[in-house]
């Protein structure tokens, strides 16, 4: 095996990203090294790219980023037990310590040492990519790489969908970028009885009927919450997924949700936003969730069984298929909106 | 309209069942007639027309009985404000009494005081049935009647399926009666990552796969231990769905369980049973379930919400329509186990 | 019986309220007239002393207010059979609609109609109060009439606080008026295994550890977060209960709120505020539930039980018992501050 | 250090037990030595002492035995990093695989691979033990080490009564060995309206009104179903903590069961029992849990947390106190009944 291999990296602290050739990364005791077959772009490699505050504050150049991938362990590290040569993994990029409250007591998705693949550590947009054993995912051997490489994504969906129960519920995903669309396939697949979704990027509101979605709107051009009203005849959502961050779209959100209702917030909002908590949350006695990461592994099972099952077909939303070389043209479509997800093969 | 009506009655404490010429039911206040479009048999009309120990016990002929059915509004009692004539119903079957401590606390679906339409007071095998409001639900108009009566026993199996998330599960249903089969729909419905399912009767367990069943298992003719173990890699299935009441089945349905499983049972053994608690559910870790009427009215919107979203078809499993004259026929069909849900036409 | 009666009054469409001789209310269907032993003072009626916006806004003049209460029942109305002559009863003080989503589906806490009493019918502050029968609660005989009348608010405590498990957890209550003082009772009844209570007022500071509490802080003395940050060994709470609707409290809650914590909120806050819901809610992964009124019936009994067993002791949070005609003072007290709970005798 | 110790150990496949001077343990890469303060008797290890069929198809001799300890650290294996020499520490029994589906969907407290120290591998009735360091939990250094060698078998108490909410419920808890008491003082601690308590043991029965029962019931004398329907106004009771694994007490237990009520089942039967799975669970709603092990580390904090604020007071169970050589007179304590919780001293 060549030493050097090919990589994007962030080579210092601005904004841009280039390909570099840089040393296979070493593995160590209990980490497996995976070939890379198929790495996806997520809206955090954007930001790492575009180099904005939360990147500035986070990430440590020269260092190789990109987190979601598949690929083959190609070598084992010492002690490695649960990981064979030849196994098809992808990866849970939560790296935990085992240690802080939350880690032992069930909730390590939100562990507070966590170091990030491709944020806090190495990535892997890039040839090759070290991690540690106890965070590599077993794929069944024909599932595509690309379908392999965007089940991380697909996970945070998951676990926002599936934290509560959506058979026979009317369901509400305000902002339909990647994790949205695959939220209102899954609403779908857990019976929901109807799924409206709201997105701004016309290209991914066409999208949303290709995963299901009873009802797409688009907050510049119609009154959603009026449509929303009629269409639940006067009563509201049961369920809000707010995947966008954006504040209109949490207040939209929020204002058809039904008095009793649930809502799960994955959209991290850039910065604060004024709430009418009154209103929003204590009078309409609403329960709401904070969602971050998978839960670890019980998101990655019903990941895998929703996939496996063709219960969800991710076929439409994988919109782009590159060659890692052209990377850049990547992380500029997914910054224009005029994609779902794409796909960069080493 | 005439105050006579045809309908079948159990005449006298015997087995046998008749059709006879009786008065309309009158209307009493918070009442309302209905003209019955379709209903449907229960294998609990089976047992009052066998006159086994349980229907000796608890049935005081002479008595129309029935109880699943769909019909329109044609008289309101006096103090009705919530139905109006011309509504499509069909009825929530459990009369309750809205004082016991769990009509207070929520529960009113195992009320200690209930009076069951059909068993306690008279039922539905009728031109005419008069029933209190507030057990009216609501049709969409264009519902068909077949489809409007079987909504009570599909809500048994919604408050079953439901009663767990299922979404990426594997679930086991071991019974397919009517019932069984309507969970086969639900869970597959519900995103379950496959359901298998277990039936003596050859002409039921063909259904399953119309109904989406991964794996349809005679225990008569296989090892459904052995095979379920197969499928789920030695694991076990996380659901258990007991619809059968059979103690062969139970054991079946425990044995293949995982650690950690779920198990809800609405199927009622006929007599006391030996069980291995220790191996069955306390070192399992198990959760269990009894699973009694419906959730009044969280059910019967999940219920809408599968059928009218065409989440599950009911069609395939709607085998026989009959005209009321020949419920004789429709009960022996019920009895031989050749059948899937029988709907009467008055 | 006189039919005649003494009541406090909003008189007309402005601040104040008057002691007035006004007719006993008459008794309709399924009602019943309750001769009051005990009312106490909610800070609603503040609001509505006060003629506060929302008053102006909600409020029909002339009418008697107050809703805390407890009496005998002394009339019933046509059809009354749950309630009988002589019966002490307190009130649950929502009269809802029955008919709508939420009513239908468990969740009437939430109405959509709701009518509440003292609010949006004529109130308890007066010798004789009618209300429906079905929000009557009987109480033990015994329990005294001041305690009885102060069940609804300890109530809202009680669905606050045990909405969630508490046992071996550390708490936080976030405004200790008699609610949040009720709270750190209940915590401590529930097992928690430390409570903490934020308060400004020094005479409801110093109750918080009559009531339990682990902790006692007031924020415009001290650096809250940094206290309980320390008490808690830099975790954070597990469980926080927001009784102020204050801005400042709210945001103290949320950053001492561990990951993966649990927050109720019961306090209403009185208009918009800024909120960091990536780092309040989002990335914590938190769950919120808003809380509006009781859950029928099931915190009633939840409070019988708590207070019947003498988990909690309600004795140091009465602080002041008056007469009726002494109305003035107690919602003056009210206004300060300085007082627990008070409570008047027609 | 002498790297010989005293330690009771089975020597062959046949009853009894003997002190023996033995091999100190070795300590293997991510283990640590422990030297043993305090360590206390459970029914398996009078199980494993009587050498019963249980016993002779589980452990392997010669072994030492004996699993509940709490003691110091004195010796640090390879790779340790979170426990230091020194610490105080109990163990969690269970060794866990962290590979199979269980451990990896949060549920290792039933994993598949489990070993358990003192049963497949070395136990505590000895000078020193050697264990992973993953299974230490740190004590306070002021708990006396009596307690914290009880907090194992205190947990399984925790882990069954905190399975439910008991904040105000009514709760009989069935056979009153030492975890039966425990969870007698959890149900109150944690809010319960009243605990009934039903043991044939008169020793045991005295100690129940010690840890708080409101009524103590020996079913050898009285009919414990009657009173407990008394007790609870014909109700029954809302929970079901079955501690015996005795068929009499576990019908009583369901047979008081209130419709909608919740049953966790610790108690192991030694055979298959018959069991009215109708009327038992299926047509009364209930819900069953069985429970295995302590949630790690819920489970743990949650009994520190109980002990350490005082909530629950162990000091009336723990009724003998010997030094390890008089380990025999202890086993047939435990086996007579005679006593609450024994603690050996090496």
């Not at 892997?124 to 965007?150: K, R």
């Not at 939220?183 to 409206?196: F, L, N, R, S």
């Not at 959100?253 to 909002?269: D, E, K, N, W």
Request: charged content about 15%; some cysteine; proline content about 7%.
């Amino acid at each position: 095996m060549s030493r050097k291999m090919r990589a994007v990296i962030k080579p210092e602290a601005a904004p841009g990203a280039e390909m570099a050739v840089v040393d296979i990364p070493s593995v160590g005791p209990a980490e497996v090294l995976v070939k890379v077959k198929a790495t996806s772009i997520c809206g955090t490699d954007v930001h790492i790219w575009r180099w904005d505050p939360w990147a500035q504050g986070r990430i440590k150049p020269p260092m190789v980023f990109g987190h979601e991938f598949a690929g083959e362990v190609v070598e084992l590290g010492e002690g490695v037990t649960t990981v064979e040569l030849g196994d098809f993994v992808s990866a849970e990029t939560h790296v935990v310590c085992h240690v802080c409250h939350q880690c032992r007591t069930g909730q390590s998705h939100i562990c507070q040492n966590v170091s990030i693949i491709g944020v806090d550590r190495p990535g892997c947009f890039a040839e090759y990519i070290s991690m540690p054993q106890e965070n590599a995912w077993l794929n069944p051997p024909d599932m595509p790489p690309d379908v392999a490489s965007i089940q991380e994504p697909f996970g945070n969906a998951v676990h926002t969908a599936l934290s509560t129960d959506l058979a026979g519920q009317r369901v509400l995903v305000t902002g339909c970028g990647p994790i949205g669309l695959m939220a209102i396939g899954i609403a779908k697949a857990a019976g929901a009885a109807a799924v409206y979704a709201t997105e701004v990027a016309p290209y991914r509101l066409r999208l949303t009927s290709y995963m299901g979605a009873d009802l797409a709107l688009n907050p510049t051009e119609v009154d959603v919450v009026g449509k929303i009203m009629t269409a639940t005849s006067g009563l509201g959502v049961d369920v809000l997924l707010e995947m966008s961050g954006n504040p209109s779209a949490i207040h939209q959100g929020f204002a058809v949700l039904r008095s009793g209702g649930y809502a799960a917030l994955l959209g991290i909002p850039s910065e604060p936003l004024e709430m009418d908590l009154a209103n929003e949350i204590v009078l309409k006695g609403a329960r709401v969730y904070g969602v971050a990461g998978r839960l670890v592994w019980k998101t990655w099972h019903q990941t895998r069984a929703l996939l496996s099952s063709g219960a969800v077909d991710v076929g439409p939303l994988i919109t782009h298929r590159l060659p890692l070389d052209e990377f850049e043209q990547g992380l500029e479509l997914m910054s224009s909106g005029q994609c779902g997800k794409i796909v960069l093969f080493p």
